[in-house]
């Protein structure tokens, strides 16, 4: 069975960092490709970063600098490492994975490429 499990989030105060896990089960990463995206309150869903089956990696603009997106030791497991991070960042977010033909080597923040989804943590940014 597919599935996508994320953990890590919580409460952190502005400047603070927090590291989110993204276990996959059911599949091998090497041909997916795995997504972070947020949602806030009243907002649109937005792609945060992405991670290819052979290692590449987007981060979009907004958190550029502050996150970065990698995988880890542990067995199929994806790693979003936020840094600096301020109120606006409040989310819960997600991590999605997408086969096509290209997940292998490239990858978009872009939701509808990804069909299987996590349930979400939910991070906040507040003093």
């Known amino acids: 069975q597919v599935q996508l499990v994320e953990s890590g989030g919580g409460l952190v105060q502005p400047g603070g960092s927090l590291r989110l896990s993204c276990a996959a089960s059911?599949?091998?990463?090497?041909?997916?490709?795995i997504g972070w995206f947020r949602q806030a309150p009243g907002k649109e869903r937005e792609g945060v970063a992405c991670?290819?089956?052979?290692?590449?990696?987007v981060i979009a603009d907004p958190v550029k600098g502050r996150f970065t997106v990698s995988r880890d030791n542990a067995p199929n497991t994806v790693i979003l490492q936020m840094n600096n991070l301020n109120p606006e960042d409040t989310a819960v977010y997600y991590c999605?994975?997408?086969?096509?033909?290209?997940?292998?080597?490239?990858?978009?923040?872009?939701?509808?490429?990804?069909?299987?989804w996590g349930q979400g943590t939910q991070v906040t940014v507040s003093y």
């Open positions: 999605a994975g997408a086969r096509t033909t290209y997940s292998g080597y490239q990858c978009f923040p872009i939701s509808d490429e990804y069909d299987r």
């Open positions: 059911g599949f091998t990463l090497e041909r997916y490709a």
């Open positions: 991670i290819a089956g052979d290692g590449f990696t």
